[in-house]
C-alpha cells in the first residue's frame, strides 16, 4: 500500500510540473491531464494513517498471560476500531473464525486458540458494556471513552466509499445529474454535454457511435444515490439549476420540416394504407435524432397518433406506439403523450397486439412512468396485469421490457398490491429457475423492491421461495446477493418459521461472506439478518434449555413419588 502511495505522489508530483502553456497540445488534451491530476490529489488525501496505537493494543492482548488481566481501556480501543460493537459484527467474527479452524482440517492449533481467546475477552468486554447488546449496533454507544464512538463503528472516522456505479465515467465524481446516453451508459450531464459540444459523436465508454445525441434523465439511479447519500449521512448532490438537455447540432432543414407536415396530414386522413406509411415514417424521423423529436411533437402528431392506436390494422398500431416510445425519450414530449390520453390506447395494445406492438407498449409505458406522477396514472388504468403477462409469455426482449416497466411503476407503493394480485410472485419464481437463467438480474429486482409488501412477502413464502433465495445469496452474482438477502430481510422479520428455515438451509455462512465481500447494500442487508438469526438461535436455545430443564424437573418429582 505504501508503494501504491509513493507511486501516486510521484506522479502527480510529474504532473504538477508541466506548463500546459509552453506545450503545443489541444485543450482537450489539457483538461485530460488536468483531471488525471485531480484524481491523483485526491488520492493523496485518502491515505490511511498507519494506526500504531491499534497494532500495539493488538498486540499486548495477544502476547499477554492467559491468567494475566485485561486491560478494560486497551478492550475498550479495540472494540470501537474493529468495529466488534453488536451482535451482528461478533457473530461474523466467531464463524469466520470458525469457517477457518474448518479449513486448516478441524486442528486450531496455538494461533487459532490465542485468537479465539482475544475475540472471547473483547465480547466478554462488550457484553458487560453493553446489556443491551441485541440492540443495532448504531443505536447504542459504547462507555463514553470516546464521543465519536458511533461514528467510529460506522465509518471508523473516513468517508464512504462511493459506489463505482454513482461515479461519472468521465469525472469520476458523485452523479448530480445522471442522463443516459443511446448506448444505454450513464454520465453525469455536464459532462457529457460538454463531451458532445466538443463534436465528438462517440460513446466515451464504450467508444459506439451514438445514434443519436438525445440525453435521457436517469430518475432511477439519481433516486437511489440520494437514498445512498441520507443513509451514509452525506447532503445529496444538487442538480445544477441552470441544467437544461442542450440544443444538438442535428437541426431540422426546412425539407424535413416539410415532409412532417405532410407526414401528419397522410396520418390524418381516413385512408388505412396513408396511415400505416405515415406512422411508419414518423418512427422512423422519431428514433433517428432530438430535434426530430421536437419538431414532430410541435408539429402536432402526438394526438394524431394516439387516435390510431385503436386501428384494426396491427401494423399500423405497431408503429403508432413505436414512434409514441421514441417521441417520448424527449422530457418534453412525456408530458404532452400522458395528457393526449395515451395510456389507455397503449394498454389496449399491450393487452391485443402483435408481440413486437406489445413489447414496444410496455417499453413506453416505462419511458413515461420515470415522472413520478405518471406512476400513479399508468397503475391505475389496468396496464399492470398484461405486463405480467408479457413477463410470462413474452419473447426475451418482451420480458426485458415488462419487467423494466413493472420495477419502475412498483417504486410507487400503491401499485405493489396491484402488481401481486396480478400473479407476479409465481412468474418471477419460473423466471428464477429457468434454465439459462436470463432474467434473473430483473426478477430479483422486481421480488426485492416488493417484499416490503405484506401481500408480496405472503406470495413469496406460499411460493417456498426460501431454497431460491439462499441459493443466490450463496452463489448468485453480486447485485442478485444483494436482492435476494433483501427480499430475505423482509420475509423474516417477525417470522419465526422463515428464520428457521433459512437457519436450517446454511444460510448463516452465506451471509457472513456477503457482509465481509458484498456491495454497501449487500453487507447491510446481511448484517440485518445475521442479527435476527443470532437473536432467534438464541431464543431457541434458552427455550430448549427450559424444556430440558422442566422434564428433568419433572422426572425427579415423578421418582420421588414412585414408593
Known sequence: MHKFHEVTARLEQALSRISHENLDILEEVKEQVELV?????????????????????????????????????????????????????????????????????????????????????????????????????????????????????????????IPDDFRCPISLELMKDPVIVSTGQTYERSCIEKWLEQGHRTCPKTQQTLSNPALTPNYVLRSLIAQWCETNGIDPPKRPSSSQPSKTKFACSPAELTKIQILLCKLSSSNPEDQ??????????????????????????????????????????????????????????????????????????????????????????????????????????????????????GTQRGKKDAATALFNLCIYQGNKGKTVRAGVIPTLMCLLTEPGGGMVDEALAILAILASHPEAKSAIGAAKAMPVLVDFIGNGLPRNKENAAAVLVHLCAGDQQHLADAEELGVMGHLVDLAQNGTDRGKRKAAQLLQRLSRFVEQQKRSQSQAEAQAEQSLSQSRAQQP
Do not use: W
Not at 493488538?58 to 475498550?76: G, I, Q, W
Not at 403523450?337 to 406492438?357: C, D, T, Y
Not at 406489445?358 to 405518471?374: G, H, P, Q, Y
Open 37 to 161: 491530476l485531480a484524481q491523483f490529489r485526491r488520492a493523496k488525501g485518502r491515505v490511511d494513517v498507519p494506526d500504531v496505537e491499534l497494532y500495539e493494543d493488538l498486540l499486548s492482548l495477544y502476547n499477554k498471560n492467559n491468567d494475566a488481566e485485561a486491560d478494560p481501556e486497551v478492550l475498550r480501543r479495540l472494540a470501537e476500531k474493529l468495529q466488534l460493537v453488536g451482535i451482528a459484527e461478533l457473530m461474523q467474527e466467531s464463524l469466520a473464525l470458525h469457517e477457518m479452524v474448518s479449513a486448516s482440517g478441524g486442528d486450531p492449533g496455538a494461533i487459532f486458540e490465542k485468537m479465539s481467546n482475544l475475540l472471547k475477552e473483547i465480547k466478554d468486554f462488550v457484553q458487560t458494556e453493553n446489556p443491551n447488546l441485541d440492540a443495532p449496533a448504531r443505536e447504542k454507544n459504547l462507555p463514553p471513552s470516546s464521543s465519536s464512538a458511533q461514528t467510529t463503528a460506522v465509518g471508523n472516522h473516513k468517508a464512504p466509499v
Open 276 to 393: 400505416r406509411t405515415a406512422a411508419g415514417e414518423i418512427r422512423l424521423l422519431a428514433k433517428r435524432n432530438a430535434d426530430n423529436r421536437v419538431a414532430i411533437a410541435e408539429a402536432g402528431a402526438i394526438p394524431l397518433l394516439v387516435k390510431i392506436l385503436s386501428t384494426p390494422d396491427s401494423r399500423t398500431q405497431e408503429h403508432a406506439v413505436t414512434a409514441l416510445l421514441n417521441l417520448s425519450i424527449c422530457e418534453d414530449n412525456k408530458g404532452s403523450i400522458i395528457s393526449s390520453g395515451a395510456v389507455p390506447g397503449i394498454v389496449q395494445v399491450l393487452k391485443k397486439g402483435s408481440m413486437e406492438a406489445r413489447e414496444n407498449a410496455a417499453a413506453t409505458l416505462f419511458s413515461l412512468s420515470v415522472v413520478d406522477e405518471n406512476k400513479v396514472a399508468i397503475g391505475a388504468s389496468g396496464a399492470i396485469p398484461p405486463l405480467v403477462t408479457l413477463l410470462s409469455e
